[in-house]
């Protein structure tokens, strides 16, 4: 059976790419598809996906590359229905919700099977992690375009054999908004790496890309105001990614960059725990990774978190997106006493082996082969 792989486009790496790295680990020999890459942009990745056989659409070609992806998102059917997959017996797309993967061109024999990270984020309401499209001269653009987007969205997502969903969160946006019904695989957590031992430090950490749906300025301003260390490591993603890291600033508050493999394991296993604010996560890989080192975590009650995180067990849940919320959350965090065992042991639930044992079920289940 000949399989292919479909993803949006591949740029930062972050969970939607850990995933397709996991779908290639167990089908190899499948090429990937997608509107365009940028390989300087790979980072720890590049290594393994430079290897990859992908091939790009025509979309390669536009201007202002890769600075207009969010312009380019009203064209970007176009980028998959001009991609001729009818030759593969089974398709299986990553679909990230920045654009529209299930365009491509597929025979009457193919199965079409869709791992959905979430449907997009800016049709739907869900803040995103650029305002490019909400600038007031964009805006009625915007408002038209989403308009027959959202048409375009539900119509191909009836095209697919099967759903696959990152978490019952989006899979009851799944059903919500394509009025489908989706199985639930959790995607792949890389397990605990090697690390220098030390002793556990008195910092709260936070790792992640610096863009703006991640609340990052409201954990700086409450470490300052309410004064608890907070260590920030991650990249600014575009314009609105710089000017968050160049408001990261107060003597509580440390900005470490991009960091190594290495110095991101040693964070994750001296940190006293882990923030995570996003104000409506899909599924919140974020949370899983400290929980593999025994680290608690502090979380907005809300989205994905809901199925990562276990109230006073796992971590503390911030109830308002408010820095008295944070601080609240944080006395209650310093108040009780972690099981690190108890976090490890939940944390496997989402191990990579997990996933791949899944995903091979419910393709076998849904097209016959693995």
């Not at 312009?71 to 919700?97: E, H, R």
């Not at 375009?152 to 899979?171: C, G, M, W, Y």
């Not at 493999?261 to 995570?276: D, I, S, V």
């Amino acid at each position: 059976m000949k399989i292919a792989l479909v993803h949006d486009y591949l740029k930062e790496p972050g969970g939607a790419e850990a995933v397709l790295a996991a779908f290639k680990e167990i089908w190899p020999e499948a090429p990937v598809y997608t509107a365009f890459k940028f390989p300087k942009f790979w980072g720890r990745m590049a290594g393994v996906m430079s290897k990859w056989e992908i091939h790009e659409s025509w979309g390669k070609y536009l201007p202002f590359l890769p600075n207009w992806i969010s312009y380019y998102t009203a064209i970007s059917p176009k980028f998959f229905s001009s991609m001729d997959l009818s030759d593969f017996d089974v398709v299986i797309v990553s679909q990230t919700g920045g654009y529209f993967p299930n365009a491509v061109k597929i025979g009457p024999q193919t199965k079409l099977i869709t791992y959905c990270h979430t449907p997009p984020r800016f049709l739907y309401g869900y803040p995103t992690a650029t305002s490019a499209r909400y600038k007031w001269y964009w805006r009625p653009v915007s408002a038209a375009v989403n308009h027959f987007l959202r048409m375009t969205d539900f119509e191909l997502a009836q095209r697919p054999l099967a759903f696959i969903a990152n978490s019952k969160n989006v899979a009851n946006r799944i059903r919500k908004f394509y009025r489908r019904e989706a199985e639930v695989v959790y995607p792949p957590i890389e397990g605990v790496r090697d690390f220098k031992k030390a002793e556990k430090g008195d910092y709260f950490l936070i790792i992640s890309r610096i863009v703006g749906s991640k609340n990052i300025e409201l954990a700086v301003a409450a470490a300052n105001k309410y004064k608890f260390k907070l260590k920030i490591a991650g990249r600014p993603i575009g314009a609105s990614g710089k000017e968050i890291v160049s408001k990261i600033n107060g003597q509580m508050v440390e900005y470490l960059g991009e960091v190594s493999e290495q110095r991101k394991a040693e964070l994750l296993a001296q940190a006293k725990g882990f923030l995570a604010l996003e104000a409506e996560a899909d599924f919140g890989m974020t949370t899983v990774e400290p929980q593999m080192y025994g680290m608690p975590v502090v979380a907005f009650r809300k989205g994905g978190y809901l199925e990562t995180v276990e109230g006073n067990k796992t971590g503390v849940f911030v109830n308002e997106l408010t820095l008295e919320g944070v601080n609240a959350a944080i006395i209650k965090f310093n108040k009780l006493k972690w099981n690190t065992e108890y976090i490890k042991k939940q944390a496997k639930r989402f191990s990579k082996e997990e996933f791949k044992k899944r995903m091979v079920e419910l393709v076998s289940k849904y097209a016959g082969t693995a």
